[in-house]
Nanobody, 115 residues
Framework: QVQVLESGGGLVEPGGSLRLSCGIS????????VAWYRQVPGHERELVAD???????KYSDSARGRFTISRDSASNAVLLQMNNLKPEDTAVYYC?????????WGQGTQVTVSS
């Protein structure tokens, strides 16, 4: 059974950094993609960045140049390093595993950027 668990959120001042971690267990065999999304109340969930099984990466326009998605091969976690954070980055960040049998979401972690 697939389990997805995010961690690393918190409160940070504008210009600061946070690193989110997505721990995944039970990944099915075959191709998959791990993606980070974020959602602000009253708005749709939006894609921030994703990384494929073969380490191909993709970023949203707002994330490119400030955020880096990577894989910790030892733990099978997917990391999202967020630098130069802005108040508009405040959101609940979700991790999603997309695989051949469907997709699995984590519960989300809150990121708040405020002085």
């Amino acid at each position: 059974q697939v389990q997805v668990l995010e961690s690393g959120g918190g409160l940070v001042e504008p210009g600061g950094s946070l690193r989110l971690s997505c721990g995944i267990s039970g990944i099915p065999s075959g191709f998959y993609v791990v993606a980070w999304y974020r959602q602000v109340p009253g708005h749709e969930r939006e894609l921030v960045a994703d990384i494929s099984k073969f380490d191909n990466t993709k970023y949203s326009d707002s994330a490119r140049g400030r955020f880096t998605i990577s894989r910790d091969s030892a733990s099978n976690a997917v990391l999202l390093q967020m630098n130069n954070l802005k108040p508009e980055d405040t959101a609940v960040y979700y991790c999603r595993l997309v695989h051949g049998a469907g997709d699995d979401w984590g519960q989300g972690t809150q990121v708040t950027v405020s002085s």
